[in-house]
C-alpha cells in the first residue's frame, strides 16, 4: 500500500483510550462488515467482524496513513483494540495521530452500521463491572528521571554510568518526547565535516559583523578577539572548508539570544556538546554516512552556521532509539515505566527524596536515596501557560504549535509547587514554517535556508531566510494573512519518489497529501500557488542573481545554488509555537534554585524544562545540543548526590 506522510509526525499520549467490558448487552447481524472514511492522506477501510452479541475484531483493511511513524502505528493497534475490549465506538483517540484515530473510528462506525445493532447504545462510553482498584506499589531507587524525552534518556544513561540505578517515568505510551520530532539537527562543532563545507565571502561577512560589534559584556569582549585570532589563523594556515570553533558557537549562541541568556550555561554546552557527540556515538548513536544526502552537516532554518549534524535516523528517532536500547541494554539497573506521570514531587526535611505517580491501575510512591531529575519539556503545548506568560508576541491561546500534546509545563509547575525559582518564561519561539492546518513542520520541503527560497502571497521575497527565527516570523506576520511559501527546485529533491526531507517525507507524498504543489516552470508554479507569476519570476531571478553574486539585498549569508532546475516545488507555511525558553533555574551541575537564591537539596533539572541558557531566542540545532549535554551532566550530579 502506498502510504504518505502523517502531519503529527511522532508525538505522544494516550489518555485512557481501553474502554472497559460492557454490562448490558448488544444485537448483531453475525458477520464481517467493511466501512470507510477519510484518513489524513486518503480513503480508509476497516473491516469489522461480529457474533450475535459481540465485536470479535476490528482490522484496518486499507489505508494511506504512514504506519511506520510511532503514533500512527499506535493508533492502528489501539483503536481496534479499544473497540473490541470495550465493545464500543466511544474509545478516546491517540493524541498526535488524531485524523488517523477519528478514521479508524468513523470507519468502523460505517460498518457497524450495517450490522443491525443498536448504534446509540454502541456509542456510550461503557464501564466495567467492579472495575479494578488500584493498587499501591512503594519503590526505592537511587535516581528518579522524570521524562523519557533526549534529556530524560542522556540523564538517565549517565547516572547509570555513575553507578545508581534510576527509574525513568514517562508520561505518554512510548519514549521521545518533542525530541523525536526535532529534524535531525544537532549542533555541534566537527572539523571532519566542515572541512569539506565550501566558504564563502557571506560567511566571512557574517563573522566580522559579529567580532567587529560594540561589545555588551566582557564575555562577549573575549569571545570576539579570540574568534578573531581564530579567523586570522584559519585564513593564514589555508585550511579548507568552513571555519568554525567553540567560541564562535558560544558568541553566536549569546548574541543570537539578545545577550539575555547566561554565559556560563552557554560555554558549557558549547564547550562539552563536542564530547557529548562523541559519548553518543560510544553509546549507540549513527550519524548519517548516506552519500545520496546533499551535505552531512548543514544549517537548520535560525541556525545562522553550517554546524548542524545529521543523524542516520529520519527525524529525532535516533536519539530516541539509541536512549532506549541502552535501557534495554542495561535492564537491571534502569527501568523505564510508560503511561506512567508523575504527579507530586515529595519533600522531606527540605530535600526532594521521591516522586507520587500514576500508571495504569497502579499508583507509586518512589523514593530516589539520591535525587530526581526533572527532563519533562517545555509548554508549548500548554495554551493557558503560554498565555499567561507571553509578553513578546500577539495573543499565542489558539495558535498552533510544533510540540507533541505532552508538552504542557507540568514538570514546571511540580518544581514551583516545592519553592523553584522560574526564569525568563516570557520568551517563547515562534517558528516560520508550521503547517496551516496543524501547525506542525508537515509539509517543510527544506529545512536547510540554503536550500530555499521563501515569498509571500503576492510572490515576493520580506526577509533574509537565514535569519534568526524570532526575526523570520516578525517579517512573517507583517504579510498578507501571516503567511508564506517555501520554493524550491529539483536540486532539494532529485529523486523526487525516494528522495526525502529531514521530517521523513517524499515529495510526492507531500503532493499526493495536498502538502506541497509542483511544476514545470516558476509561472505555472505561481499560478498553483495563487500569486502573480510576474511577482515569483523576478523574486526568483533576483534570488538567483544574489547566489551569484554572493550579495542579498535582504542580507542573506546562507548560499548554496539557484533555484533553475525544474521541477520546482512550493509549500504553504504559517507562524507555529516551536519553543520555550524559560523555564526552572538550575545552576551549572543543573541543581534547581529556588526563590530565595538557594539549591534545592534532591532537585536537578535538564532540557527544556530548565531556563538560561538561550536567551530570548534559541538558535536552530541548539536544542538536541542543550538536552543531551545537560541531561549527561544531570545524570552524574544526582548520582553523586549521595
Known amino acids: 500500500m502506498k502510504r504518505i506522510f502523517f502531519c503529527f509526525l511522532v508525538a505522544a499520549l494516550v489518555s485512557g483510550i481501553i474502554a472497559c467490558a460492557t454490562p448490558g448487552r448488544l444485537s448483531f ?3 464481517t462488515y467493511r466501512g470507510t472514511a477519510l484518513g489524513y492522506g486518503a480513503g480508509l477501510t476497516v473491516e469489522v467482524s461480529v457474533d450475535s452479541g459481540r465485536i470479535l475484531e476490528v482490522r484496518v483493511v486499507e489505508h494511506t496513513e504512514t504506519i511506520d511513524l510511532p503514533l500512527v502505528a499506535l493508533a492502528f493497534e489501539r483503536i481496534p483494540q479499544a473497540i ?37 447504545a454502541l456509542q456510550q462510553q461503557r464501564r466495567a463491572r467492579g472495575a479494578a482498584r488500584r493498587a499501591n506499589v512503594n519503590i526505592t531507587t537511587d535516581v528518579v528521571v522524570i521524562g523519557a524525552g533526549g534529556a530524560g534518556l542522556s540523564a538517565a544513561m549517565s547516572a547509570r554510568q555513575n553507578g545508581a540505578r534510576v527509574i525513568v517515568l514517562e508520561k505518554m505510551p512510548m519514549a521521545g518526547g518533542n525530541t523525536v520530532l526535532v529534524g535531525e539537527s ?9 572541512s569539506q563545507h565550501p566558504m564563502n565571502p557571506a560567511h566571512h561577512a557574517a563573522i566580522q559583523a559579529l567580532i567587529n560589534a560594540p561589545p555588551y559584556s566582557a564575555f562577549e569582549t573575549e569571545l570576539q578577539e579570540t574568534v578573531r585570532g581564530q579567523l586570522a589563523d584559519h585564513v593564514a594556515q589555508n585550511r579548507p572548508g568552513l571555519f568554525d570553533s567553540v567560541e564562535w558557537h558560544m558568541l553566536q549562541t549569546y548574541v543570537g539570544g539578545d545577550r539575555v541568556g547566561k554565559p556560563e550555561f552557554i560555554r558549557i554546552m558549547a564547550e562539552e556538546v563536542v564530547n557529548t557527540r562523541h559519548w553518543m556515538t560510544e553509546n549507540g548513536m549513527q550519524w548519517s554516512t548516506d552519500p545520496n544526502i546533499h551535505i552531512r552537516i548543514f544549517t537548520v532554518a535560525g541556525g545562522l552556521w553550517p554546524r548542524a549534524n545529521r543523524p542516520a535516523m529520519p527525524l529525532g528517532t535516533g536519539f530516541i532509539d539509541m536512549g532506549v536500547r541502552y535501557i534495554q541494554r542495561h535492564s537491571d539497573q534502569i527501568t523505564l515505566k510508560l503511561d506512567t506521570r508523575a504527579t507530586e514531587l515529595i519533600v522531606q526535611g527540605g530535600r526532594v527524596t521521591g516522586v507520587r505517580a500514576t500508571g495504569p491501575n497502579t499508583n507509586y510512591t518512589i523514593t530516589a536515596t539520591r535525587g530526581v531529575i526533572l527532563a519533562t519539556g517545555g509548554f508549548g503545548a500548554n495554551r493557558e501557560m503560554r498565555e499567561r506568560y507571553n509578553k513578546h508576541w500577539p495573543s499565542l491561546l489558539h495558535a498552533h504549535t510544533t510540540n507533541h500534546p ?25 517558528l516560520h514554517a508550521g503547517d496551516p492546518r496543524t501547525g506542525t513542520l508537515t509539509g517543510v520541503l527544506s529545512a536547510d535556508p540554503a536550500e530555499h527560497l521563501m515569498v509571500n502571497n503576492n510572490g515576493y521575497r520580506f526577509v533574509d531566510e537565514n535569519a534568526r527565527r524570532d526575526d523570520m516570523v516578525s517579517a512573517l506576520l507583517q504579510q498578507p494573512d501571516s503567511m508564506m511559501w517555501m520554493v524550491v527546485d529539483s536540486r532539494v529533491f532529485p529523486d523526487p ?23 514545470a ?27 551569484a553574486a554572493g550579495v542579498d539585498r535582504f ?13 520546482f516545488y512550493a509549500s504553504l507555511r504559517v507562524p507555529t509555537i516551536h519553543h520555550t525558553m524559560g523555564g526552572v533555574q538550575i545552576d551549572t551541575q543543573t541543581r534547581v534554585i529556588n526563590t530565595q537564591g538557594q539549591v534545592i537539596p534532591g532537585l536537578f533539572a535538564a532540557g527544556e524544562v530548565a531556563g538560561g541558557l538561550h536567551g530570548a531566542n534559541r538558535l536552530g540545532g541548539n536544542a538536541l545540543a542543550d538536552i543531551h549535554v545537560f541531561g549527561r551532566i544531570a545524570g552524574a550530579s544526582a548520582a553523586g548526590n549521595r
Open 555 to 567: 542580507g542573506r549569508r546562507a548560499w548554496r545554488d539557484r533555484i533553475d532546475q525544474p521541477p
Open 497 to 519: 519518489h525516494n528522495t526525502r526531507t529531514v521530517f521523513g517525507a517524499t515529495v510526492m507524498e507531500l503532493i499526493e497529501a495536498d502538502r506541497a504543489y509542483s511544476a
Open 521 to 547: 516552470t516558476i509561472e505555472e508554479l505561481a499560478v498553483m500557488m495563487g500569486v502573480p507569476p510576474e511577482n515569483l519570476r523576478r523574486s526568483v531571478d533576483e534570488f538567483n542573481a544574489g547566489v
Open 84 to 120: 473490541v475490549s470495550g465493545q464500543t465506538l466511544a474509545v478516546d483517540r491517540v493524541a498526535g495521530a488524531t485524523f488517523t484515530s477519528f478514521a479508524i473510528t468513523q470507519a468502523a462506525t460505517d460498518a457497524l452500521m450495517q450490522s443491525g445493532v443498536n448504534m446509540t
Open 186 to 194: 544537532f549542533n555541534s562543532v566537527n572539523p571532519e565535516l566542515q
Open 406 to 430: 505532552g508538552a504542557v509545563g507540568d514538570g514546571i509547575v511540580m518544581a514551583e509547587r516545592v519553592g523553584a525559582n522560574l526564569i525568563d518564561m516570557e520568551w517563547i519561539q515562534l
Open 29 to 31: 447481524i453475525p458477520g
